[in-house]
């Protein structure tokens, strides 16, 4: 994804002062910060009381300075710790600003306020990251999902290891209802498998043993293996043993990536997030230029130099824009939290927000849109032949092949018709460009096009030839069946739409989405009869992957942001080309997780009305806490100018209006997979 990385790499930003400041350790543990704040505002309490005793502040004055001190050195602990680290950097940001404000106030002894600010900034950045933390272990929680050991087969006997001590092709005896330990592929029993941690799926899967295990050796990628045949790190076991060949280490399983990738969400920062960053550069010296104006109000205006700075240092508090910095990767972290609950990866606020915009989608056909394997759609007797024979001699003779389609009228005719093989047909050959030729009953057999039939002179009658023609083009891939010198039947196979594709469309066109496009290097008709079936915009048929890349860039030249839905693989370059690309079936798939700016973990299309819904969500709640964020700053800068309002008021509503952003994001954590 060579296109999209260096656009990524040139706007990520290292967040990791950000998190320190929200994971402070410390003699009280992790939460030091929050007893920290709660100390603070005791002491700051403890002056308060003493202070409104006259007769005390008159004889102990003293009393009152110490414990507003306290307060102060309580409630400035890590803001003082994170100021001098991003001065370190060349950052002035919002911190800096409350220590500014405090000192202040410190300076016009008014030691009760500046205890009052300072208790009121950390409690609310405590209580702010108390809440953010939700988000964090929604992600973190990933994590626990794999289990400390696991059980070994070595020399015939049973040994527990750690995890992180498992080797490729080892073999792991999984016992009922517990959690497999490693990504693999069963070579012995058969179970349901609860996929919910990885795929999102409500309802347990059935997984069977591969064939033997010397199948393993022909798939060259992991990915390759039949998910039937496939498990991963984290899932749960039903009631079945299970003996699973590892396949992956524990470090590259399918869940550890996904928890990695995760957990870097926040240093991908969305267009939103870039925009206030900005914002916030020219904002904070345009703010401290203002403040040091207004220090030099008495010489204008009839007040004391005291009041002047105390209206000054107020200003800063209200214009500091904590709430702004904090919005939008609140609701980015809530929304990347929830949708990885449902078992979908989104790779941080800039794919999120384009998620959230898109108008435009480009599919994949095969494995995307339709079900990535032939079936058999239409098994039609003619000349008034027997049908059950028919359908016998039919079933017979593509049993002896090893070619796609062959199996897959074989499979559907035993399985729709209850029919068995009896082993009558033999002497199987394959006729290049035409079809096959076999023996059914000491008889000729002839399944292929209209040139095996004429050569083998076996007519085509006109009424034949167009029913085959008509199945052409409407995408199926149409053969004559000839026995006894006469045309017997018509068969033809297709890869159908998934059964959940079209609703799937449906809902994607109601929460927005205008335009829908297939793009697939299959012929046009199938192409046309796909798009008809499922109710697509457009369909594009012919197409090699540097022809889909071209379809992209046309789409986004007319539509701006253009969604590409594939598996991750063989549209790479078409993904990388779109503004978002999404991969389907991405568990297990080291190339779609990292080609992807969305992985749906489980091959469901129908999780993308979801993904998408949450991402609107998403950017309505980004907004809402924008306008939060900048109305209450627009609001108390002119009362704190005019002197309306006091340095308590204004932090209480200042710190007020970052907690409701924070809240109004983790919303997004409750918001509903229908």
């Not at 309580?74 to 950052?91: D, M, N, P, V």
């Not at 070595?154 to 959690?179: C, G």
């Not at 280490?249 to 869940?255: A, H, N, P, V, Y």
């Not at 009869?529 to 889909?548: F, R």
């Amino acid at each position: 994804m060579a296109t999209k990385s260096s656009v990524k790499n040139s706007e990520e930003h290292s967040q990791q002062h950000q998190n320190n400041h929200q994971n402070h350790g410390g003699i009280l543990g992790e939460k030091s910060e929050l007893y920290f704040a709660i100390l603070s505002g005791v002491f700051f309490f403890i002056g308060l009381i003493i202070e409104n005793f006259t007769s005390l502040s008159i004889k102990y004055p003293t009393y009152i300075v110490v414990s507003f001190m306290i307060s102060i050195i309580l409630g400035g602990w890590f803001t003082t710790i994170e100021t001098f680290k991003k001065i370190k950097k060349g950052e002035f940001e919002i911190d800096f600003l409350m220590l500014a404000a405090a000192a202040g106030a410190i300076y016009i002894n008014k030691w009760g306020e500046g205890a009052l600010l300072l208790f009121l900034f950390s409690l609310g950045h405590a209580l702010e990251h108390f809440a953010m933390n939700k988000a964090r272990k929604s992600i973190e929680n990933l994590g626990k999902l794999s289990p400390k050991k696991a059980l070994v087969k070595r020399n015939n006997n049973l040994v527990e290891v750690l995890i992180n001590e498992l080797k490729i092709n080892d073999i792991i005896i999984v016992k009922p209802n517990t959690k497999i330990a490693a990504d693999g592929v069963i070579i012995k029993g058969n179970s349901s498998i609860n996929q919910a941690s990885i795929t999102g799926e409500s309802m347990p899967v059935d997984k069977i043993a591969i064939n033997s295990i010397e199948n393993i050796a022909k798939y060259k990628d992991f990915n390759e293996i039949p998910k039937k045949n496939v498990v991963y790190t984290g899932t749960i076991n039903g009631d079945s043993v299970l003996e699973i060949q590892v396949l992956k280490l524990s470090k590259d399983s399918t869940i550890s990536r996904l928890v990695k990738m995760v957990s870097e969400v926040e240093n991908q920062k969305s267009p939103t997030q870039l925009v206030t960053k900005k914002f916030e550069k020219w904002f904070v010296p345009i703010v401290l230029i203002l403040v040091l104006t207004l220090c030099f109000a008495y010489l204008v205006i009839n007040e004391s130099f005291e009041q002047s700075f105390y209206r000054a240092i107020t200003v800063l508090i209200a214009a500091s824009p904590c709430a702004l910095a904090i919005s939008t990767p609140s609701a980015v972290l809530s929304g990347v939290a929830r949708a990885a609950k449902s078992g979908v990866l989104i790779k941080g606020g800039r794919a999120l927000e384009n998620l959230g915009s898109l108008t435009t989608i480009a599919f994949d056909k095969t494995g995307t849109l339709t079900q990535g394997k032939p079936k058999l759609t239409n098994a039609i007797v003619l000349n008034n032949f027997d049908e059950i024979e028919f359908l016998e001699i039919t079933l017979e003779v593509e049993s002896l092949s090893n070619h796609p389609l062959a199996k897959a009228i074989s499979k559907d005719i035993s399985t729709k018709y209850q029919l068995k093989n009896n082993n009558n047909a033999s002497d199987i050959k394959a006729i290049q460009g035409k079809g096959i030729k076999a023996t059914y009953k000491n008889k000729p057999v002839f399944i292929g096009n209209k040139k095996l039939m004429t050569d083998e002179n076996i007519i085509v009658s006109d009424a034949i030839d167009t029913q085959m023609n008509t199945l052409l083009l409407n995408g199926h891939t149409a053969m004559l069946v000839g026995y006894q010198q006469q045309i017997i039947g018509l068969l033809s196979v297709m890869d159908i739409p998934r059964i959940t594709a079209k609703e799937t469309l449906n809902k994607l066109r109601k929460i927005g989405i205008k335009k829908m496009v297939m793009l697939t290097g299959d012929h046009q008709n199938v192409a046309n009869s796909i798009a008809s079936q499922i109710g697509l915009t457009a369909a594009k048929g012919n197409l090699l992957p540097e022809d889909k890349v071209i379809e992209i860039q046309k789409l986004k030249a007319n539509n701006n942001k253009v969604a590409m839905v594939g598996d991750g693989v063989n549209d790479a370059p078409a993904m990388a080309n779109s503004t978002v690309g999404i991969a389907m079936g991405a568990a297990g798939s080291d190339v779609a997780l990292e080609t992807a700016d969305v992985a749906l973990m489980s091959d469901k299309i129908e999780k993308l009305p979801f993904v998408i819904a949450l991402s609107r969500k998403s950017k309505t709640i980004i907004k809402q806490n924008i306008w939060i964020s900048l109305g209450v700053v627009a609001i108390l800068i002119p009362l704190t100018l005019f002197g309306v309002t006091s340095i308590g008021y204004t932090v209480l509503i200042h710190e007020g209006s970052t907690l409701v952003v924070v809240l109004n994001a983790l919303r997004l954590l409750r918001f509903k997979d229908e």
